[in-house]
């Protein structure tokens, strides 16, 4: 196991190669372009609300609200036709039964972040234990479609053993306006890599640093104004917080290898996928969970953004994933346990 004291700069990494491909010069110029619109939204736009002619740069009328009443039947299936119509797989039906219900965080394209809580159900008589929490993520980055599409499929083996074993909070889209933009992005509507928005230490230094000299200020990289600036990742960082997961599961594509971050076994292989380090960045949910919260995060890079793995990859993946929960991560005794309520 290897503990990052500090960051560590992966210029190897298949991300690094994506980077040096970008030319300085045209980084520069969308970058510029990025920060006219950004400063705009940021600034302007604001102003505008404040003297009464819109609330919002993008009211969710007009960009991402949902029909009927919040959590409504009308409501939810909204949700579904426009979700299932951007993932590989999963019907309208399919994203219905995962039954998912809202965090109360609502994007700011005013799509709610939904979340589904699987308590478990397996047998525990005699044991004096409570059962492992479990944090799984998909779709931190809008344009990784796979990375929502596989938590959904996962969603329907939550009953079979030994996922019934466990406890779940399971947010399969966690960036929704990336995901349903015109053409996906990376980045949520604000611009923002949510993956370089966690409060790392010395974020303000080193998050802006990098982002300006490793990837020339490449604006699907752009890690933020502050640290946990986006409402998606505040979610995140409450959820640790209030359900205080033992392992966060964090889906990404298309690099088809797994990184671990944090104090356990890293695992050697899910599936297909083999662990193969991409690096330490600043802001990035594995340094600030894993390295600096000491709860572990896994990285599972699918091999393709658009395109899902076989059935079998999936359950393999799902299978050898929890295999390793099982074997690494310690039930706790009540008292330990004591946390709040979550929503
Ligand atoms: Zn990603």
Redesign the pocket.
Known sequence: MVLHSKTVFANSSPLAIELNQLTKESARVVGQRWRVQSLLCRFLFPLIGLVGLTSYPVAPALAGGVAGKPGSPAAQADWCNRLSRRLPGISPVDCQNSALVQTGFVSRNGFPILMRDVSASGRREGKKTVPVRVLLLGG??GD?LT?SAIVFEWLKKMKTSPANNFEWKIVPVLNPDGLLAHKST?VNSNGVDL?RNFPTPDWHKEAHNYWARVTAKDPRRFPGNAPLSEIETRWVDEAMQRFRPQVIISV??PFGVLDFDGPAVPPRKFGRLVYNRLGVYPGSLGNYSGAHKNIPVITI?LPN?QTMPSDLEVQRIWQDMLTWIVRNVAEQSPSSRNRKKSN
């Open positions: 931190i980055h990784e990375s990376r993956n990404h594509a890079e953004s």
